[in-house]
């Protein structure tokens, strides 16, 4: 079955960076573009970023543009969301999420665009 495990949350001061990984099995990676969603508390889950399937392209929120980059390597089936200058308002469960290549398809900035999701690994920025 395909799996998605998100790993390198953690526990940062503002102003500073941390790298979460993504590793995919159970899939044929580099047949998905691939997002990344947040959670924070009492909020609805949100789009940060998405990768295409090859990497040649890339879309953020506007919240974080400039801060983080979203990047992956196909041979580890395994995405990356590196996050600098973090923010108070960047705490939040990050979420992967892997997204089917279909025909015609845009990069996916919806929830409902993508079809399997990791279980979230927690970020915390303290002031």
């Known amino acids: 079955q395909v799996q998605l495990v998100e790993s390198g949350g953690g526990l940062v001061q503002a102003g500073g960076s941390l790298r979460l990984s993504c590793a995919a099995s159970?899939?044929?990676?580099?047949?998905?573009?691939m997002g990344w969603f947040r959670q924070a508390p009492g909020k609805e889950r949100e789009f940060v970023g998405a990768?295409?399937?090859?990497?040649?392209?890339?879309k953020y929120a506007d919240s974080v543009k400039g801060r983080f980059t979203i990047f992956r390597d196909n041979a580890k089936n395994t995405v990356y969301l590196q996050m600098n200058s973090l923010k108070t308002e960047d705490t939040a469960v990050y979420y992967c999420?892997?997204?089917?290549?279909?025909?015609?398809?845009?990069?996916?900035?919806?929830?409902?665009?993508?079809?399997?999701w990791g279980q979230g690994t927690q970020v915390t920025v303290s002031s």
């Open positions: 990768i295409t399937w090859s990497g040649g392209s890339t």
């Open positions: 999420a892997a997204n089917r290549l279909r025909p015609f398809q845009a990069m996916g900035v919806t929830r409902s665009a993508y079809d399997y």
């Open positions: 159970g899939l044929t990676f580099s047949n998905y573009d």
